[in-house]
């Protein structure tokens, strides 16, 4: 497992942009594929986005495809997730979350994964 922490979340506007941060500074994110979801109120975690360690794959989901982009910072230790032509459906609670198999594998289906962070919050309204 590893420690995970979000941040970069805020207020946007719709249409506009936001760039959410993953780090860890426990150990090296090397071997993790690593994943975001979102939860609004009332609603079940959905994946957004997963990105794998060992060939750079990258998963998102419909509703946020040519919008939002992951990517991983390996001397930085952190995953991003830029997110651009936000839309009020998009707001609600990011997490990213960490685990040794691979994006798309049962685990990441049924979200039993290694590792959380706490949330970051998204708010898209005018």
């Known amino acids: 497992q590893v420690q995970l922490v979000e941040s970069g979340g805020g207020l946007v506007q719709p249409g506009g942009s936001l760039r959410l941060s993953c780090a860890t500074s426990?150990?090296?994110?090397?071997?993790?594929?690593i994943g975001w979801f979102r939860q609004a109120p009332g609603e079940e975690r959905e994946e957004v986005s997963c990105?794998?360690?060992?060939?750079?794959?990258?998963d998102y989901a419909d509703s946020v495809k040519g919008r939002f982009t992951i990517a991983r910072d390996s001397a930085q230790n952190t995953v991003y997730l830029q997110m651009n032509s936000l839309k009020p459906e998009d707001t609600g609670v990011y997490y990213c979350?960490?685990?040794?198999?691979?994006?798309?594998?049962?685990?990441?289906?049924?979200?039993?994964?290694?590792?959380w962070g706490q949330g970051t919050l998204v708010t898209v309204s005018s």
């Open positions: 426990e150990v090296t994110f090397d071997g993790y594929a």
């Open positions: 990105i794998n360690s060992s060939d750079g794959n990258t």
């Open positions: 979350a960490a685990d040794l198999a691979a994006c798309g594998t049962s685990r990441w289906r049924v979200k039993i994964l290694g590792s």
